[in-house]
């Protein structure tokens, strides 16, 4: 076999050939989605994002003679260990040839990156965050993914865990067609009519007219909602008002919903339509006329993700996603959605799992968070 290196990314070339390589490892895939490649940019730390405010990454690329062959981003997300007491890196943006030995030199580079730190455990594949795109495909190979998820080719699982990392969290998505309507528990309308009224919930949707105001509702709720579940860590208000920026355009208030008791905000739910068809029609490209393809005749898309439902802890265990859920429903059949995904749920996520598998979604996709070194309470890394 040919020899090949593996070094940090300081060129712009390399810096190019880094952002390029899903395109080289691909172009022969029918499945894959390519990124936006602004927003490649931004996430990995080459454009600014609100993200690095509070995180530092390192950048390592392979190659064999002249060709790219594998790429790997370093990351130490400061709020994540100040949140949860710990000292842990992540790694993400990993994407490789089918070559083991590859594989390991790029996660020798990010481990060794993160030793200077002094950090020994190492979390992934993030991109580059929990609150963005996350896990690695491990099942559900067939179809492209849904706007936002990850995809990547079968082989990849195999290389993370033959050098040593093991599952640390599955990731489910859950997928439901309206052909399911008729099948649905009865039962499930008499419980949405029931809190409703038990606790005189209104439900609207998002409105353009307040927009920035209901943005930061959404960031509350989903803040004060989420302590305590794996992983999280609170989005700040820079890295929520950059995500509105870049998305506020591509947002349908169709398929928002907003619960209200007694005036105060408790409970919402963000959906996106499924803009990946397009994304691959434009090659990942906004510029010059990318955009247009996103933006214009919107009614033809007839998928949606569903991609975070939350509800302060006060009214957690009441049922309120189904209302949200109930309310989203009926402007879905207008609009003409077909299909719905709702992604992600962490499979330690029961009351979440166990809702929707009773209002009849299946289990589409799974995604696999991997860890590696010490355990709790060990003194040494675990090796290779």
């Known amino acids: 076999m040919s020899t090949f290196e593996v070094r940090p990314v300081r060129t712009r070339r390399e810096r190019k050939d880094f952002l390029n390589l ?12 390519p990124p936006l490649r602004k927003t490649q940019k931004e996430m990995t730390g080459f454009a600014r994002h609100p993200f690095y405010e509070y995180a530092e990454r390192e950048a390592y ?15 130490i997300n400061h709020r994540h260990n100040e949140v949860h007491k710990e000292t842990r890196g992540f790694f993400g943006f990993f994407e490789c040839v089918d070559d083991a030995d590859v594989a390991a030199a790029l ?26 795109e996350v896990g690695l495909l491990v099942e559900g190979f067939d179809d492209p993914p849904m706007f936002m998820m990850t995809y990547n080719p079968p082989f990849y699982g195999r290389l993370i865990e033959e050098y040593g990392f093991v599952k640390t969290q599955d990731l489910y998505a859950f997928v439901a067609d309206i052909s399911m309507l008729d099948s649905v528990d009865p039962k499930l309308q008499f419980v949405i009519d029931e809190v409703k009224r038990r606790f005189n919930i209104q439900v609207r949707k998002l409105d353009r007219k307040r927009f920035h105001e209901d943005a930061a509702t959404w960031l509350r ?24 920026k870049a998305m506020r355009k ?44 996103l933006f214009y005749g919107r009614r ?3 998928r949606c993700r569903l991609l975070a439902t939350n ?74």
Not at 257 to 277: H, R, T
Not at 351 to 377: I, M
Request: with cysteine; charged share 25%.
């Open 22 to 33: 899903p395109w080289r490892l691909y172009q022969n895939d029918p499945v894959w989605i």
């Open 61 to 75: 690329i392979a190659y064999r003679g002249k060709e790219p062959i594998g790429r790997v981003l370093a990351i």
């Open 300 to 302: 033809k898309i007839k």
């Open 107 to 132: 996660f020798d580079a990010a481990r060794a990156y993160l030793g200077e730190k002094r950090i020994e455990k190492l979390r992934g594949p993030v991109n580059p965050s929990l609150n963005y």
């Open 311 to 384: 509800v302060t802890p006060e009214f957690q265990r009441w049922g309120l996603p189904l209302v949200l859920l109930n309310r989203i429903l009926f402007d879905a059949l207008d609009w003409g959605i077909e299909e719905g995904e709702f992604s992600w749920v962490a499979e330690s996520n029961h009351l979440s799992r166990k809702t929707l598998e009773r209002g009849g979604a299946r289990r589409s996709k799974t995604y696999r968070v991997y860890d590696y070194g010490p355990a709790e309470g060990a003194d040494s890394p675990s090796q290779p």
């Open 250 to 293: 591509l947002i349908v208030p169709e398929i928002t919903s907003i619960a209200e008791v007694d005036g105060k905000s408790v409970a919402s739910c963000f959906g996106m339509l499924d803009y990946n068809g397009r994304i691959k029609e434009m090659n990942g490209r906004l510029f010059p006329f990318g955009w247009m393809k």
């Open 221 to 244: 709720i989903y803040n004060d909602s989420l302590p305590g579940t794996w992983g999280f860590v609170p989005m700040s208000e820079g890295e929520v008002a950059h995500g509105v």
